[in-house]
């Protein structure tokens, strides 16, 4: 799946959620899901690399940390940067390229 597809993939899926969420989500809303999912995927990392004790009660299932918990949290990132990127309508497969460019000619500079 290109760049592209999976952009368009996240869109169709936010077009079916817009039918069963209780109002229609704006810039403010997706920033804020958007911080509550960095929080959970903080949480799974400090889990997986061991700073958080095994067994932590009640809510050990919420600290169960696998790669796969990983990757999900790390997806659900690209979805509300997507939301965002929409709502501002930023092409961001094209602002991904011009920050790497502008990134590789920076580092041009280093002879890196």
């Known amino acids: 799946m290109t760049f592209k597809e999976a952009i368009d993939l996240a869109r169709g899926i936010i ?9 229609p989500w704006k810039v403010d809303g997706s ?8 929080g959970d995927l903080s ?19 919420l600290y169960s940390a696998t790669k796969e918990r ?7 990132l690209l979805f509300m940067v997507i939301r965002i990127a929409d709502y501002y309508d930023i ?13 590789d000619k920076y580092l041009k500079n280093y002879g890196v």
């Open 31 to 38: 920033m804020i899901e958007l911080s509550k999912q960095v």
């Open 70 to 76: 990983i990757a999900d949290e790390l997806a659900d």
């Open 91 to 103: 092409d961001l497969e094209k602002a991904h390229i011009n920050a790497r460019k502008g990134e």
């Open 43 to 61: 949480k799974l990392v400090m889990s997986y690399e061991g700073y958080y004790p095994k067994n932590r009660g009640k809510q050990v299932k």
């Open 15 to 23: 077009k079916r959620f817009e039918k069963i969420e209780g109002k």
